[in-house]
């Protein structure tokens, strides 16, 4: 690492990370939170190619090569990276281009926001999604009583008509049928709750069992479990639900085939809903397909959002809903070839509001 002169370590007390990238982007300088920030030392950062360093960088070498030549600075916010040795970050990157040395350089700032933003993001969506949810349960009651007298309406008129013709009022009864079973769907379940002791990988393997039985590609299913996780109370029937939603979404963007994990973790002092718990259990499902399209990414659990042609988009949402009534929150992280949604249920009654 370069000499350190006052300046650079005043640098070296910043917990944002700082390094300098020469014109081939490779890394020149660095401070001491750069090695926590990216998990390496100081001789795997030295003189390395910075994109390199990651598995994967939504901010592209490109983006760093147009601000070198155009002299331009720029910032991004919430920027997916992951470490090569998997790990997973968000972070606010600024890049400014320092002409006080020739060839001029660029001088990188990166900033780790997980946990700010994912504390932040959890509840605006809570809320979001707890809206939309509510407007979706108005809209489908008033479609649901007219759809009722429409097809009364059709029964009555087929017993009038000629064999010919009721072919036509069987349409409108058909259609009817169909309109109701999408309400139905929209208006999720109805019963609250039954929370009772229970075993989360006796409702993963349950889960795992339907999900090879209808099985329409190769599909590689794996188990990573936290034989520690206790018994704890939640509402099996409803997890399963909403565990079973999300597999069969991965299986369907296997299209190709591919490998779906199945890894359960217990976390300490975890934060739901603004509340505190000191242990979590989170259950994630995990696959190597394409990803999640990044247009869509933020509103993923909202009714009717979809990424698939002609889906329906209610899966995510009523999974989201089963475990938000059992306390917990589903979370997701998406990038090419890895998509991954992570459950989150408490397992412990103490909590504290934050």
């Known amino acids: 690492m370069p000499q350190a002169s006052c300046n650079n370590a005043l640098v070296d007390q910043l917990t944002t990370a700082v390094l300098l990238l020469d014109q081939q982007l490779n890394v020149r300088y660095f401070n001491t939170a750069s090695c926590a920030v990216l998990g390496l030392g100081e001789k795997r950062l030295n003189q390395q190619y910075f994109p390199g360093l990651f598995q994967h960088l939504e901010m592209k070498a490109s983006h760093l090569q147009h601000a070198l030549q155009s002299r331009q600075a720029f910032s991004v ?18 890049v400014t281009v320092v002409l006080e040395q020739q060839p001029a350089c660029l001088l990188l700032e ?14 605006l969506q809570q809320h979001q999604h707890l809206a939309a949810r509510e407007l979706i349960r108005g809209l489908a009651h ?20 000629d064999d010919e013709q009721k072919e036509y009022t069987q349409l409108i009864i058909a259609q009817a049928d ?12 109805y019963r609250p709750p039954q929370l009772r002791l229970s075993n989360l990988h006796q409702i993963a393997e349950q889960v795992l069992q339907l999900a090879q039985m209808d099985n329409p590609t190769h599909i590689y299913f794996q188990r990573d479990y936290d034989p520690s996780i206790p018994v704890f109370l939640f509402d099996p029937e409803l997890l399963e639900q909403a565990l079973l939603n999300i597999v069969r979404n991965a299986q369907q963007a296997l299209s190709q085939g591919g490998q779906i994990s199945l890894q359960s973790r217990i976390l300490h002092q975890h934060t739901l809903h603004g509340k505190r718990y000191k242990l979590v259990a989170c259950i994630k499902v995990i696959d190597n397909g394409p990803g999640i399209p990044s247009a869509i990414r933020d509103t993923l659990f909202y009714p009717m959002v979809s990424g698939k042609p002609g889906g329906t988009g209610l899966g995510l949402s009523i999974a989201q809903t089963l475990i ?20 989150y249920l408490p397992i412990s009654d103490c909590e504290e509001d934050l």
């Open 178 to 189: 169909r309109l109701r079973n999408l309400v139905d769907r929209l208006l999720g379940p």
């Open 77 to 94: 916010s919430d920027v997916q990276a992951v470490l090569v040795d998997g790990r997973h970050l968000l972070l606010d990157i600024a």
């Open 110 to 123: 990166l900033r780790q926001v997980d946990q700010q933003r994912k504390i932040s993001m959890e509840s």
């Open 324 to 343: 938000h009534q059992q306390r917990g929150w589903i979370d997701c992280e998406s990038w090419p070839g890895h998509t991954a949604f992570m459950i």
């Open 142 to 161: 008033e479609i649901k009583n007219p759809l009722g007298g429409l097809r009364g309406a059709a029964q009555l008129l087929e017993e009038s008509l």
